[in-house]
């Protein structure tokens, strides 16, 4: 670790500028302007739409970032306009488009855009996205007004749906609070809406253009899009927006803490054991070991992975991809064969066939496969000895769209990410609040069995909706990369207890942490792509700390956090034989203000102060010191340990 590395880095694991975005305000209502596009709408400080946004994307479902040229805003107390020009595109293709946005104190907002492909265009989608928050919507009523106009009284999803819950849609009303109603209409071409909380989005999606049509297709030279989308907010809302301290009360008895672990990718074996002292030190439960043929592994791969993860003192568990379709059961033969030479050191086998690393949308015909009852009973004999788990190693959205017979099995396995459709800060840690949801949905489809979640992390390992992830060579933010900065930063470390957080709570058996080295690692390795503050220093990232912390309370009795904001602010309290410990992180880029129900005795942080001693110190986070009191400050993206000592 550098002497002195900046406040970014110590944030974000980048020194990439982030524009903070345009506050616009027409007496209630105000709208972060950001990038061309509307966040955070809001009335009297309500949310009442999470985003409006006319976006372009290419064929594997990669968003353009628009040039924007010619931007002008005009502000009165009662009312905005913001008008410009935009290009989206690459070297290969170009879409011009024009935007004009408009506010009113009446309640009223307008979004519009109006555009020209200049070459042919070839895109998954372009025009209008709108996303309705998950907070107080989440299965609460709506009016749906359709192409025909028809209305329809019906609810958002309350479990998350694995298709669209809405289609053929104009127009969608809802109450964002008591007594506020909300009428968005969408204009310009047909709208549907997908349950965005598949892909741990903290939203609902409503999109243009119909998924059963065909994708991705082409603009020609010269197609017009001329769309509109129109928030009207009517009535008076009973009760006031919360702000201030956010108050943390302990309650009751949970559930236990789940067992943790992390992944091990092949490519990252060499690093593993070079750094296999530091690591060893983390106390974990199990490395999920990843095996794939098309990618050149074999028996000695099992062997060395199974001996990393020995070294490390964890317990091998085995993710084994299926490749074959129509020699699936000689395959896994062949594979338990291998693995019994080596002394079946996989306590926990995970199988999954090949195609099912990729997406396959609503109406879209699935690709040629293994049944599951197959692969399964193949997985059975070959491995007979071993808890046999299974699901998706891609994401949640393929679990819940494609549900594996759990009778076969001993426990269901799926993966999440971070940065599927977003990849800004605020996006990646909102990801969050989607995820007791996911938990929920998992559960009912696991019925009964133990849920293994992970490996995750905020990057992505692999792509189900493209050709690959991001490699993301200049060290940026954006969707689907695969090498993430804020990996090595303390938003890294904040989502890490959050996301542990909200599995804990939701009933995971066991949650994996994205890797041990490598993109998703805990730790500097050397690596092609660049790690500043760490390149020829080496280092702990934070995310280490938070891992080893929380090993050490593995299996241990929860107990309730009751959080008033839980957006910003997540945490968990395990019960110890000395009392109850407390993890919170600060999921915001600002200072926060706890206020505490209960008495602590002792605290240590992880924060940007203490960053660079943390990178050299694996237990900095064992010195305790006297708790300042009831209120305490949290810093960005900072983790606080507490100790309660009850009478």
């Known amino acids: 670790m550098s002497d002195n590395p900046s406040r970014a880095i110590r944030l974000f694991g980048t020194e990439e500028p982030v524009t903070p975005p345009r506050l616009l305000r027409a007496g209630p209502i105000t709208a972060e302007f950001e990038a061309g596009n509307l966040r955070y709408i809001r009335y009297d400080g309500i949310e009442i739409m999470r985003a409006v946004s006319f976006i372009v994307r290419d064929k594997d479902w990669g968003t353009y970032n628009p040039v924007i040229a010619n931007l002008a805003v005009t502000e009165g107390t009662d009312h905005f306009r913001v008008t410009y020009d935009a290009v989206a595109g690459d070297d290969a293709q170009s879409f011009d488009y024009q935007a004009v946005i408009e506010g009113r104190a009446d309640g009223t907002l307008r979004f519009a855009g109006k555009g020209k492909a200049a070459t042919d265009f070839l895109t998954n989608r372009t025009g209008f996205v709108v996303l309705h928050p998950i907070d107080g919507v989440a299965g609460a009523p709506v009016s749906i007004e359709h192409v025909d106009g028809k209305v329809v009284e019906s609810r958002f999803p309350a479990i998350i749906d694995p298709i669209q819950p809405m289609m053929n849609l104009r127009a969608l009303t809802h109450e964002a609070a008591p007594g506020l109603k909300v009428r968005c209409l969408m204009e310009g071409d047909t709208f549907e809406m997908e349950d965005q909380r598949n892909w741990t989005d903290a939203s609902y999606k409503t999109y243009v253009r119909p998924l059963a049509l065909p994708w991705p297709y082409t603009l020609g030279k010269g197609t017009e899009i001329d769309q509109a989308v129109t928030l009207t907010v009517t009535g008076r809302m009973s009760g006031e927006a919360s702000g201030g301290a956010i108050k943390v009360k302990l309650g009751g008895k949970a559930d236990h803490l789940p067992m943790l672990g992390a992944g091990l990718d092949p490519d990252d074996i060499d690093s593993v054991l070079a750094k296999a002292v530091d690591l060893s030190k983390l106390g974990l439960n199990h490395v999920i070991c990843h095996f794939d043929r098309r990618r050149g592994h074999d028996a000695v791969t099992l062997q060395r992975a199974a001996a990393a993860a020995k070294v490390v003192g964890a317990k091998p568990w085995l993710e084994a991809v299926i490749v074959s379709i129509d020699a699936a059961e000689a395959e896994i033969a062949a594979l338990g064969e291998a693995v019994a030479k ?80 977003a990849g ?142 839980a957006g910003e602010v997540q945490g968990l309290a395990v019960t110890t034989p000395k009392g109850t410990e407390i993890w919170l992180a600060n999921l915001t880029g600002d200072a926060k203000t706890l206020t505490l129900d209960f008495e602590v005795s002792s605290l240590s942080r992880l924060d940007a102060d203490n960053f660079p001693e943390a990178a050299g110190d694996p237990a900095c986070l064992d010195r305790l010191h006297p708790a300042p009191g009831r209120d305490i400050e949290l810093s960005a993206y900072a983790v606080l340990r507490l100790i309660v000592t009850e009478k």
């Open 342 to 421: 080596i002394g079946a050191p996989f306590e926990t086998v995970l199988v999954s066939p090949a195609p099912d690393m990729k997406c396959t949308l609503p109406g879209s015909v699935w690709p040629p496969c293994p049944p599951f009852e197959l692969v399964y009973r193949a997985a059975r004999k070959a491995f007979p000895k071993a808890r046999l788990g299974g699901g998706m190693f891609s994401y949640f959205t393929e679990l819940n769209r494609k549900r594996p017979p759990v009778d076969l099995l001993d426990a269901v396995s799926f993966t999440t990410s971070a940065m599927v459709h």
């Open 424 to 565: 800004d800060d605020r996006s990646v840690t909102e990801t969050l609040q989607a995820l007791p949801a996911i938990a929920q949905s998992a559960a009912a489809i696991a019925a009964g069995k133990p849920m293994l979640v992970g490996p995750s992390a905020i990057g992505m390992r692999d792509n189900p909706y493209g050709e690959k992830p991001k490699q993301n060579p200049d060290n940026i933010r954006q969707a689907m990369n695969w090498n993430d900065p804020r990996q090595r930063g303390l938003l890294g470390a904040a989502w890490d207890l959050g996301y542990v957080a909200r599995f804990a709570y939701g009933g995971a058996s066991a949650v994996t942490l994205g890797g041990l080295a490598g993109p998703f690692g805990l730790l500097y390795a050397h690596a092609a792509y660049p790690q500043p503050g760490y390149d020829g220093k080496g280092g702990l990232f934070p995310a280490f700390h938070v891992l080893r912390g929380l090993a050490a309370l593995q299996g241990r009795e929860l107990r309730q956090l009751d959080i008033a904001r």
